[in-house]
Structures are given as C-alpha cells and as structure tokens.
C-alpha cells in the first residue's frame, strides 16, 4: 500500500510562488509515474502536472505551462510542484497521485491514478 502526504499549501498573494511536496511510503515510488491534480470549489478535479519515474518526461495543462515546474526526489520518495506567478484562478485543493502505470499523455484522466493523497489547501488572493 502506498501512502501520499502533500505539504507546502498555503495563502499567497497572486503574483507570488509556494513549493508544494509529495512524501511517500513504500519502497514504488521510484517505480511510479507521478502526478499533481488540483480541484477548486465546485468544479472537477483537474490535471495539473505529470512525470515519468526517473524524471525525464513531463506533461503540465495548459493553464499552468510556463508557471509551474514537477520535479522529483527519489532518493527522498518526494515529488514537487514549483509553483510560480500564482493567479487567484489557482485557488484550490491540490492532490499528489501515483500509479506503475508508463508515462503517458492518458495519465491526465484521473482514473488512470492508483494512489491518491489527501491533498493540501492553495489559496491566492488578489
């Protein structure tokens, strides 16, 4: 069973950045593609970022390319969401996924994901 703990939300100014983080239990991690999805009040969960196990590929959504940057740790079973020049649209719960599923553009369904974490709070103020 793998465990997801996302950390680093909080409430910036738009214009400003936050790191999120992704710790995880077990020994997959290095084996799993991992991803960022975010859900604001009242819509769908939506994807944000996506990367291959050892790093080398990623995928963002549009509204987000340019802005944010995923990265990983797998000696420290983290992955990271950068997150730069937030706007007030960015507002939202956001959740780390995995799954031993390959790399692929289909990993921005979100039943394409194993594991899910509980998610962290993001708020941007205009």
């Known amino acids: 069973q793998v465990q997801l703990v996302e950390s680093g939300g909080g409430l910036v100014q738009a214009g400003g950045s936050l790191r999120l983080s992704c710790t995880s239990s077990?020994?997959?991690?290095?084996?799993?593609?991992m991803g960022w999805f975010r859900q604001a009040p009242g819509k769908e969960r939506e994807f944000v970022a996506l990367?291959?196990?050892?790093?080398?590929?990623?995928f963002y959504a549009d509204s987000v390319k340019g802005r944010f940057t995923i990265s990983r740790d797998n000696a420290k079973n983290t992955l990271y969401l950068q997150m730069n020049s937030l706007k007030p649209e960015d507002t939202a719960v956001y959740y780390c996924?995995?799954?031993?599923?390959?790399?692929?553009?289909?990993?921005?369904?979100?039943?394409?994901?194993?594991?899910w974490g509980q998610g962290t709070q993001v708020t941007v103020s205009s």
């Open positions: 990367m291959s196990r050892i790093g080398g590929n990623t």
């Open positions: 996924a995995a799954t031993r599923r390959p790399f692929s553009i289909a990993l921005t369904e979100i039943d394409m994901w194993d594991y």
């Open positions: 077990g020994r997959t991690f290095s084996n799993s593609a």
